[in-house]
């Protein structure tokens, strides 16, 4: 059974960068799709970017540009790399398994705080 565990969020100004992990414990990321969601205060879960097994890289238009994901050489860390933040990105962001994720990827886990002031 696969835990996910998102770190790396953080306070950073508009313009700066961050960057989140999500880790697999207890397995791996190998052959596997994998998303980031990100919800803020008031609002829904929303998708921000999805990693496919086959590589393949989706990200949503307010993004587009400024993040990007990947999957380290080990097949156990998912990063979101956050450049050129704004405001907006002010969420906490969620990873999952699937696409579409096969659960709430915004409900169960701990996710990461971004504040980006």
């Known amino acids: 059974h696969v835990q996910l565990v998102e770190s790396g969020g953080g306070s950073a100004l508009a313009g700066g960068s961050l960057r989140l992990s999500c880790t697999a414990s207890?397995?791996?990321?190998?052959?596997?799709?994998m998303g980031w969601y990100r919800q803020a205060p008031g609002d829904e879960c929303n998708k921000v970017s999805t990693?496919?097994?086959?590589?393949?890289?989706h990200y949503v238009d307010s993004v587009k540009g400024r993040f990007t994901i990947s999957l380290d050489n080990t097949k156990t860390t998912v990063s979101l790399q956050m450049n050129s933040l704004k405001s907006e990105d002010t969420a906490v962001y969620y990873c999952?398994?699937?696409?579409?994720?096969?659960?709430?990827?915004?409900?169960g886990g701990q996710g990461t705080q971004v504040t980006v002031s």
């Open positions: 999952a398994i699937g696409i579409p994720p096969y659960s709430d990827p915004c409900y």
């Open positions: 990693l496919d097994r086959d590589g393949v890289t």
């Open positions: 207890g397995g791996s990321f190998d052959d596997t799709d």
